[in-house]
């Protein structure tokens, strides 16, 4: 069984716990010790672990992340006002062959969905995408996913996978179960125009760096509508992490990354997130614990909704178009909003019911004026591919 190859959280993580109070995590996390083993699974929320797989790294790297400094980070925040159970399953360590850790991945992945738990991954390399994203493919037939990144990662046409070419291998590996792809925060000095013009064939989304930071709430409907969430951290500007090397000047800064990481908890149908391409500062660390923290945050706002007229919830705005009657919905718990997309059937949605894609307000406004929505218009057109 995968869950075989979980290394324990280390001894010195743990001496790290012991020292402190009893509202921060550490104390309330149940984790996996060479003395006890795996935690209980049942009535668990959230599942941390980590990947030690670093050979397809696009950039070699002098040292690892330290993911123990990480977790003692993470457990010394203090609790929210959260119903979450947390558990700390340990980390993978490299197989054999880059294969076979990406095999153990994807089984640990798809375990802890089955038992509807969600996955905090914390990977050396964002190529670890890929065997999380192919975990879904017993849980679901079509997935939906978001890339926070400053790069768009298709790499070369005869490049292997690597941190930097990972979406290629997804797009094109066999079964095709990927049915929207996003990224929030690219920069067009690094992605070639080449990438930007495959982004627009296949009707995927991007936003730039300066769109999400003019208006972070412009991230919120497309996380609205992801399953799998994958953070690059080099998405973050150089100064937020500590760092000089491998980081960009330009990036989010660590409050809108963690306003980003709440929106993604938010979502009630994001059911994995990662964070990958770490380096070590005492800053990363900080702030990749502070990422989890806002995540798990964001769980404990979750409101299961679905619009429908017939819901005093929601109002339902019909507004005519010269081209398209949209149907637009509001939610009075929540103020969030939906559109409808008569293409996207039960082929995606598996029922008979026109889909509905989260969307903003912004989107309805430009609707009202006769200007027809992006994000509608791509999802209406691969819904006719």
């Known amino acids: 069984m995968a869950f075989d190859f979980l290394v324990p959280v280390k001894d010195k993580v743990l001496a790290h716990s012991e020292l402190l109070p009893e509202q921060a995590l550490g104390k309330n996390i149940h984790m996996h010790t060479e003395k006890d083993g795996l935690p209980v699974f049942a009535h668990a929320d959230v599942a941390i672990f980590g990947v030690l797989e670093s050979r397809n790294a696009f950039e070699k790297k002098p040292e690892k992340l330290d993911l123990d400094e990480v977790r003692i980070q993470l457990y010394r925040l203090m609790m929210g006002n959260w119903n979450s159970t947390i558990i700390d399953i340990g980390d993978v360590e490299e197989g054999d062959?880059?294969?076979?850790?990406?095999?153990?991945?994807?089984?640990?992945?798809?375990?802890?969905?089955?038992?509807?738990?969600?996955?905090?991954?914390?990977?050396?390399?964002?190529?670890?995408?890929?065997?999380?994203?192919?975990?879904?493919?017993?849980?679901?037939?079509?997935?939906?996913?978001?890339?926070?990144?400053?790069?768009?990662?298709?790499?070369?046409?005869?490049?292997?996978?690597?941190?930097?070419?990972?979406?290629?291998?997804?797009?094109?590996?066999?079964?095709?179960?990927?049915?929207?792809?996003?990224?929030?925060?690219?920069?067009?000095?690094?992605?070639?125009?080449?990438?930007?013009?495959?982004?627009?064939?296949?009707?995927?989304?991007?936003?730039?760096?300066?769109?999400?930071?003019?208006?972070?709430?412009?991230?919120?409907?497309?996380?609205?509508?992801?399953?799998?969430?994958?953070?690059?951290?080099?998405?973050?500007?150089?100064?937020?992490?500590?760092?000089?090397?491998?980081?960009?000047?330009?990036?989010?800064?660590?409050?809108?990354?963690?306003?980003?990481?709440?929106?993604?908890?938010?979502?009630?149908?994001?059911?994995?997130?990662?964070?990958?391409?770490?380096?070590?500062?005492?800053?990363?660390?900080?702030?990749?614990?502070q990422i989890i923290w806002y995540f798990i945050e964001g769980l404990s706002y979750r409101i299961k909704e679905y619009p429908s007229s017939k819901s005093e919830d929601f109002t339902k705005f019909t507004v005519p178009t010269d081209t398209e009657e949209l149907i637009f919905f509001k939610s009075h718990v929540t103020e969030r909003w939906w559109v409808e997309v008569p293409t996207i059937l039960a082929e995606h949605t598996k029922t008979n019911s026109v889909a509905l894609l989260p969307c903003t307000e912004e989107d309805y406004l430009d609707a009202c004026n006769q200007n027809i929505p992006e994000r509608w218009f791509k999802a209406y057109r691969k819904g006719l591919n």
């Open 97 to 289: 062959t880059v294969e076979d850790t990406y095999f153990v991945v994807k089984e640990i992945v798809a375990g802890l969905l089955e038992e509807n738990i969600i996955p905090i991954v914390l990977g050396l390399t964002q190529d670890i995408t890929f065997p999380t994203y192919r975990a879904f493919d017993k849980i679901k037939n079509m997935v939906n996913l978001v890339s926070i990144d400053s790069r768009f990662d298709f790499g070369e046409d005869d490049e292997l996978i690597s941190s930097h070419s990972y979406m290629s291998k997804i797009i094109t590996d066999k079964p095709n179960n990927l049915f929207n792809f996003s990224n929030i925060g690219y920069q067009s000095y690094f992605n070639a125009q080449e990438e930007k013009d495959l982004m627009e064939r296949l009707f995927f989304d991007a936003y730039r760096l300066g769109e999400i930071a003019t208006n972070i709430e412009l991230a919120e409907p497309v996380l609205r509508s992801s399953d799998i969430v994958s953070l690059d951290l080099r998405a973050i500007r150089a100064s937020e992490m500590g760092m000089a090397r491998n980081f960009s000047p330009n990036g989010f800064t660590g409050r809108e990354i963690c306003a980003i990481a709440r929106y993604a908890g938010i979502s009630d149908k994001v059911s994995l997130f990662g964070i990958y391409e770490g380096e070590n500062s005492h800053q990363a660390f900080q702030m990749i614990a």
